[in-house]
């Protein structure tokens, strides 16, 4: 097994080694340090995170004209795509995190077009899958679930009007809530259940126990990690805004709501473990978040109006119920009709009439 390990260790480093050297031979001169900084960043080493001088390299793109950064991140996600190597992919999606991060707004503005603009979903990759070794194979599934997370993420970014978690796009906390106060029942509710789609899945990671202390499944939860805390915050701050609309939401958007708060609530367990900071922060927040819960549905308008609701389903089926007997009832020969379902079982014993063929 050692030899193995060692034998695909050399062919990692030569395939390393033959990208740069073709790189040298035949990027344009402008953009060698580019192709030159990401195949040094996204190496096929499964037991080495990308290196912080060549990340800071891609960044450093971000700070030249639009057509330089658009080509960066073209170079970043054609990586991605080609390449079968878990070690590699992951990577390129740390490499892309790091972007939404700490970029500079016309680099991350790129990501603007994958896909929302109907371009290419370059982060689509329910499919990957490489099984040389274990470890790739476990790597595997870090990647379709990472990749469909920064999916997750940009799509809450355009909802919310920013880069999630980014240094380059962070509001004043006040500037925030003033923002916030000002949006309509409907927008708030689409904010917060953006937030609550980012939350579940980041519930739905893999297990990272079979990972053995990867360093690079380290990496992934540690930006997810900071990611939940940003999450927490803004869902912390909608939470705050409705508790102050509790007395004017309708009955639509109180179940819409309710059924938000209750989605978060689902995805508490499997987040304990996520972070270890500012636990008494995220505490206090999930406890806000089964307070507004409560008190919606203790409320007096409420519970009036969700029994109405239910009061009018059972009159609805109850006069459907008695018209389709009735419609039964009133034939009194023919063949008898077995209904299997057991909504049905009393009329079992009802015919319907046989009708004499027309000639």
């Known amino acids: 097994m050692g030899r193995v390990k060692v034998f695909r260790d050399l062919i990692g480093i030569i395939k390393d080694k033959a990208s740069q050297s073709k790189a040298a031979l035949i990027s344009n001169p402008r953009t060698l340090s580019l192709h030159l900084a990401l195949l040094r960043a996204t190496t096929h080493d499964p037991f080495s995170p990308p290196d912080?001088?060549?990340?800071?390299t891609l960044l450093s793109f971000g700070h030249c004209s639009r057509a330089t950064a658009s080509t960066a991140v073209d170079a970043i996600m054609d990586r991605l795509q080609t390449t079968r190597d878990a070690s590699v992919a992951i990577k390129c999606l740390?490499?892309?995190?790091?972007?939404?991060?700490?970029?500079?707004?016309?680099?991350?503005?790129?990501?603007?077009?994958?896909?929302?603009?109907?371009?290419?979903?370059y982060l689509k990759l329910s499919n990957f899958r490489d099984d040389t070794t274990p470890l790739t194979w476990e790597l595997s599934s870090w990647v379709r679930w990472y990749a469909l997370y920064l999916e997750n993420l940009l799509s809450t970014s355009r909802i919310l009007g920013f880069f999630l978690?980014?240094?380059?796009?962070?509001?004043?906390?006040?500037?925030?809530?003033?923002?916030?106060?000002?949006?309509?029942?409907?927008?708030?509710?689409?904010?917060?259940?953006?937030?609550?789609?980012?939350?579940e899945q980041i519930a739905k990671k893999p297990d990272s126990s079979n990972s053995n202390g990867n360093v690079l499944v380290d990496a992934v939860l540690g930006l997810v990690g900071e990611d939940y805390l940003s999450s927490i915050n803004e869902i912390s701050i909608r939470v705050s805004e409705f508790k102050e609309r509790l007395d004017c939401l309708g009955f639509v958007d109180s179940v819409e709501l309710v059924c938000a708060l209750r989605r978060l609530e689902e995805c508490k367990e499997r987040l304990s473990t996520l972070s270890q900071r500012k636990k008494v922060m995220i505490e206090s927040v999930w406890g806000?978040?089964?307070?507004v819960k409560d008190q919606i549905g203790n409320s007096k308008a409420y519970k009036e109006d969700e029994g109405r609701l239910l009061m009018m389903g059972r009159r609805n089926k109850v006069s459907e119920s008695a018209r389709f007997g009735e419609r039964v009832v009133m034939k009194h020969s023919g063949n008898s009709v077995k209904f299997s379902s057991g909504r049905f079982l009393s009329f079992n014993d009802l015919t319907f009439p046989a009708y004499a063929s027309m000639e």
């Open 52 to 56: 912080p001088t060549h990340l800071a």
């Open 94 to 121: 740390i490499t892309v995190h790091h972007i939404i991060k700490r970029g500079s707004f016309i680099l991350q503005d790129q990501f603007s077009v994958y896909p929302s603009t109907g371009g290419r979903n």
């Open 165 to 199: 978690c980014s240094t380059s796009s962070s509001v004043d906390k006040d500037r925030e809530e003033d923002r916030v106060s000002s949006l309509i029942n409907t927008e708030l509710l689409k904010e917060i259940n953006s937030l609550g789609n980012l939350i």
């Open 288 to 291: 806000s978040i089964n307070e």
